[in-house]
């Protein structure tokens, strides 16, 4: 069963600060793994996906994560924090064989002016 | 173009009671899903429908919970004998199939609020 922990359910960050939000994941086949973000008081947006192909994936708004498959990691970045990027963030997996979308609990960013 | 609608936004209803939440998804997507959305508590799959295939029902909570899609279009997940612990956002999406197969990127509507009295 696949499944994902993200570490922190809450980080803070200064605002130019680099920002780091965490996500293991865990599948028995090869995944595919998502970044989602849930800015206040909108709906859920992608951000990034990583399927096949190249390890790291850039994504909007100059985030980038990396799959290191040998750590089951899928850790989201952006060197410089913005105010706008205050959000829940999600990470997702689904596995290469179907459509079921694991998702992990979020962590909530807050950026400090 | 639209994107995925949902409806009710929100729905009080008394414990015991029956509800309906409806999902009208981007028109052409294959893939429908439903999710749960608690406080705290991430998002929580309960079901999705991809095509004419029979649909991944494993994350049901219970049986008090179903969903049907008419026609490869609307879907409505249906709660019956509500409970307090039901109280949560729901949250349907829909995705195109991506061409190297599999799930693409999903997008999500507004979500109905239930919250049970």
């Known amino acids: 069963a696949q499944s994902v922990t993200q570490l922190g359910s809450h980080v803070s960050v200064s605002e130019g600060a680099l920002v780091l939000l965490r996500c293991n994941y865990s599948?028995?086949?090869?995944?595919?793994l998502f970044w989602y973000v849930q800015y206040p008081n909108q709906g859920l947006q992608l951000l990034l996906k990583?399927?096949?192909?190249?390890?790291l994936v850039k994504g909007i708004n100059g985030f980038e994560a990396e799959f290191k498959k040998s750590e089951t990691s899928f850790h989201l970045t952006k060197p410089s924090a913005h105010m706008s990027d205050a959000a829940e963030y999600f990470c997702?997996?689904?596995?290469?064989?179907?459509?079921?979308?694991?998702f992990g609990a979020g962590t909530r960013l807050f950026v400090k002016a | 173009g639209a994107g995925v609608s949902q409806s009710p936004s929100n729905k009080v209803t008394e414990k015991g009671k029956d509800v309906e939440l409806r999902c009208d998804p981007i028109?052409?997507?294959?893939?429908l899903y439903w999710y749960r959305q608690s406080l705290g508590q991430g998002l929580e799959f309960l079901i999705y429908f991809q095509g004419n295939s029979a649909p991944d029902k494993s994350g049901l909570p219970s049986d008090r919970f179903s969903a049907e899609r008419t026609g490869g279009s609307v879907s409505t997940l249906t709660i019956q004998r509500t409970q307090q612990e039901d109280s949560a956002v729901y949250l349907c999406?829909?995705?195109?199939?991506?061409?190297?197969?599999?799930?693409?990127?999903?997008?999500f509507g507004p979500g109905t609020r239930l919250t049970v009295t």
């Open positions: 997702a997996v689904s596995d290469t064989g179907g459509f079921k979308t694991i």
């Open positions: 599948s028995s086949v090869p995944p595919y």
């Open positions: 990583y399927t096949t192909g190249a390890t």
């Open positions: 999406a829909s995705s195109a199939q991506a061409l190297a197969g599999g799930p693409g990127e999903q997008y």
């Open positions: 028109s052409g997507h294959t893939a």
